[in-house]
């Protein structure tokens, strides 16, 4: 039988800037936590801050980890340190509860990895960047025989998606994460204490619905190759589970986890 994961691993840039260590170290083990607050209901995942600056992440289904990296990278702390992610997802033969994260060597792994280190060597970094096809050989389903295909779709929409933030001022990176967020631009206007109109304009003229938009596409496919593969709708019940769960503890803790 098969178990349909994906996975992240979390780099930091310029973590080793002498006055971050400490910082870095305990805001990521404080991100370890709130990983785990955030997954509890919604089957078993396994996290590990480790080797300083990163974290390895593995969850079950498709989808899981990149809707946790792209909340991380909205709510981070640290805009000078900026986290990287790399990803990737398919299918195990082992349920993740018997895997040792830490001792645990697959292809998905070694396939995040790789994106990871792609990662680090561009001069202009990209946030997230999906590896599906390096190392993994899975036929069993239709869709992975064109895995290549798909890697090359998923990074050039993560690219454009990362145009369209690095081009947001200050406000308008905060109304389109606190959108993400609360998903109504009336509680974003009173939490900021800003008038409706002047949110929707810094929504708009920040491309914030083109850059949510480009977050469910994503999660949208990786659903459906979910469903696809073990012909059930358990892909997309999970993610939305995951997505309110998420958004349920940042909107109880916001003052905390997020800097106005």
């Known amino acids: 039988m098969n178990y349909p994961i994906s996975i992240f691993i979390l ?39 480790r080797a300083g600056d990163e974290i390895i992440f593995v969850g ?32 195990i033969a082992t349920e993740l509860q018997e895997v040792d994260i830490e001792k645990w060597i697959h292809p998905l792994i070694k396939q995040a990895r790789y994106a990871n280190d792609l990662l680090k060597q561009e001069q202009v970094r990209t946030p997230f960047k999906f590896e599906l096809d390096q190392f993994y050989e899975n036929h069993t389903f239709p869709y992975n025989q064109f895995r290549s295909e798909f890697e090359v779709l998923f990074n050039s929409l ?30 974003i206007g009173k939490l900021l204490g800003k008038t409706a109109p002047t949110i929707s304009s810094h929504y708009k003229k920040g491309k ?10 994503i ?33 109880e803790n916001i003052d905390i986890v997020i800097t106005k």
């Open 60 to 91: 079950n289904g498709y989808s899981t980890a990149y809707i946790l990296a792209f909340f991380i990278s909205r709510i981070w702390r640290f805009k000078d340190h900026t986290p990287y992610f790399g990803l990737s997802f398919g299918d």
């Open 158 to 187: 993560l690219r454009l998606q990362m145009t369209m933030i690095s081009e947001q001022t200050p406000i308008q990176e905060k109304v389109c994460t606190y959108y993400l967020i609360l998903q109504q631009q009336k509680a």
């Open 208 to 217: 914030a619905e083109e850059i949510l938009t480009v977050f469910g596409q």
């Open 11 to 49: 780099d930091v840039s310029n973590s080793s800037s002498a006055d971050m260590g400490e910082k870095l170290t305990n805001y990521l083990d404080e991100l370890v936590n709130w990983i785990n607050v955030w997954t509890k209901e919604i089957g078993h995942c396994k996290v590990k801050h």
């Open 219 to 251: 999660i949208t496919i990786l659903n459906s190759f979910q469903e696809k593969s073990y012909l059930n709708n358990q892909g997309k019940t999970a993610s939305e589970s995951l997505m309110d769960s998420i958004r349920k503890q940042l909107k």
